[in-house]
């Protein structure tokens, strides 16, 4: 495809939730047993089989492989958009934009279910659906993460943004994948199944670093947007290692010790009950104790059928990590 000057002017990073949203579901459904992830699967992959996910809008409308409609992975309008911010443009997706993704879904499919039918015959009053179940989702198998997450993607972008600075724009793109490369104002990607060209793509280009994403490279083109370049973002490997709990005494004499002991506890999202179980601490007095957290910003909580669990917040991450 034609990379010109101008287009290396407008190429920037996004954080996006909803490719985290297809990625993550993506994982889940193939059924494999992805080394990386293999904490996060164990832990999410029963929530997910419990609330009837894996039976719904997801599972139809983001295969285990193969093309994921465009719809569902808006251009970011800035660097860190909130889930809610790409689920309101979804949610404006025109008719005909909807449809013309199924087609292409369908024909990839061998044809469209139940669902997807009705949302193909109305896509207004059903994508209302989708967007429910992806909220749902977010719930259940990513909010409770997304301090750690945005962790590790915000540092991809960082390291990326430097070696632009000090080596090139040039530079970075030829080291952000094997399969893309730039050069004589030609941006190349090995191995995509259909060709990009101007005509089929806005200018510029968005770098998504992805958490979930595989090994492989995912692109958007959808003019007039700039393409969309999903790629697996550094340090991914270390996403869900155990964080060694040490050096909390100076956090302890500022939270106290019971407080302390359930935002280490935390490093793992949990319920009431499960601290209960782990620390000692009776139920009353964790309940207690996760209120005042959360007022403080130290935790979130988030719903997860007819549980509540929680998490702690990238305020907490820092504090306990400055104190490591």
Same mark, same amino acid.
């Given at each position: 495809?034609?990379?010109?000057?101008?287009? $290396?002017?407008?190429?920037?990073?996004?954080?996006?939730?909803?490719?985290?949203?297809?990625?993550?579901?993506?994982?889940?459904?193939?059924?494999?047993?992805?080394?990386? *992830?293999?904490?996060?699967?164990?832990?999410?992959?029963?929530?997910?089989?419990?609330?009837?996910?894996?039976?719904?809008?997801?599972?139809?409308?983001?295969?285990?492989?193969?093309? #994921?409609?465009?719809?569902?992975?808006?251009?970011?309008?800035?660097?860190?958009?909130?889930?809610?911010?790409?689920?309101?443009?979804?949610?404006?997706?025109?008719?005909?934009?909807?449809?013309?993704?199924?087609?292409?879904?369908?024909? *990839?499919?061998?044809?469209?279910?139940?669902?997807?039918?009705?949302?193909?015959?109305?896509?207004?009053?059903?994508? +209302?659906? #989708?967007?429910?179940?992806?909220?749902?989702?977010?719930? $259940?198998?990513?909010?409770?993460?997304?301090?750690?997450?945005?962790?590790?993607?915000?540092?991809?972008?960082?390291?990326?943004?430097?070696?632009?600075?000090?080596?090139?724009?040039? *530079?970075?793109? @030829?080291?952000?994948?094997?399969?893309?490369?730039?050069?004589?104002? +030609?941006?190349?990607?090995?191995?995509?199944?259909?060709?990009?060209?101007?005509?089929?793509?806005?200018?510029?280009?968005?770098?998504?670093?992805?958490?979930?994403?595989?090994?492989?490279?995912?692109?958007?083109?959808?003019?007039?947007?700039?393409?969309?370049? %999903?790629?697996?973002?550094?340090?991914?490997?270390?996403?869900?290692?155990?964080?060694?709990?040490?050096?909390?005494?100076? #956090?302890? %004499?500022?939270?106290?010790?019971?407080?302390?002991?359930?935002?280490?506890?935390?490093?793992?999202?949990?319920?009431?009950?499960?601290?209960? *179980?782990?620390?000692?601490?009776?139920?009353?007095?964790?309940?207690? @104790?996760?209120?005042?957290?959360?007022? %403080?910003?130290? #935790?979130?909580?988030?719903?997860?059928?007819?549980?509540? $669990?929680?998490?702690?917040?990238? +305020?907490?991450?820092?504090? $306990?990590?400055?104190?490591?």
């Amino acid at each position: 495809m034609a990379f010109s000057a101008s287009d $290396l002017a407008q190429m920037r990073f996004a954080v996006s939730p909803m490719w985290e949203v297809g990625a993550s579901f993506r994982l889940l459904s193939s059924g494999a047993a992805d080394p990386v *992830h293999r904490r996060w699967l164990e832990q999410v992959r029963p929530r997910v089989a419990a609330s009837g996910l894996g039976r719904g809008w997801l599972a139809e409308l983001v295969p285990a492989s193969g093309y #994921v409609p465009d719809f569902l992975n808006p251009a970011p309008p800035g660097p860190a958009p909130s889930l809610a911010e790409e689920l309101t443009t979804i949610l404006a997706t025109p008719a005909d934009r909807v449809r013309r993704d199924l087609d292409h879904l369908g024909r *990839h499919r061998g044809g469209m279910g139940t669902r997807l039918r009705s949302l193909y015959a109305d896509p207004q009053a059903r994508l +209302v659906r #989708v967007v429910e179940e992806i909220e749902t989702y977010w719930e $259940l198998a990513l909010a409770p993460y997304w301090a750690r997450l945005r962790t590790v993607l915000d540092a991809d972008v960082l390291h990326r943004a430097r070696q632009a600075a000090e080596l090139g724009a040039g *530079h970075l793109i @030829n080291d952000l994948h094997p399969l893309v490369s730039w050069d004589d104002n +030609v941006l190349r990607l090995v191995r995509r199944k259909r060709t990009m060209s101007r005509d089929t793509a806005g200018a510029g280009l968005l770098l998504i670093p992805s958490a979930f994403k595989g090994s492989g490279l995912s692109t958007r083109v959808a003019p007039p947007d700039p393409p969309q370049l %999903a790629y697996r973002a550094r340090g991914v490997g270390t996403l869900w290692e155990r964080r060694p709990a040490t050096g909390t005494a100076a #956090v302890s %004499a500022v939270l106290g010790r019971t407080r302390t002991v359930l935002l280490t506890e935390l490093e793992t999202p949990a319920t009431t009950t499960e601290l209960a *179980h782990r620390t000692g601490i009776s139920m009353a007095g964790v309940s207690q @104790n996760l209120t005042a957290l959360r007022k %403080a910003g130290f #935790v979130s909580a988030h719903r997860a059928g007819r549980s509540v $669990l929680y998490a702690r917040t990238s +305020v907490a991450e820092s504090v $306990l990590s400055a104190c490591q």
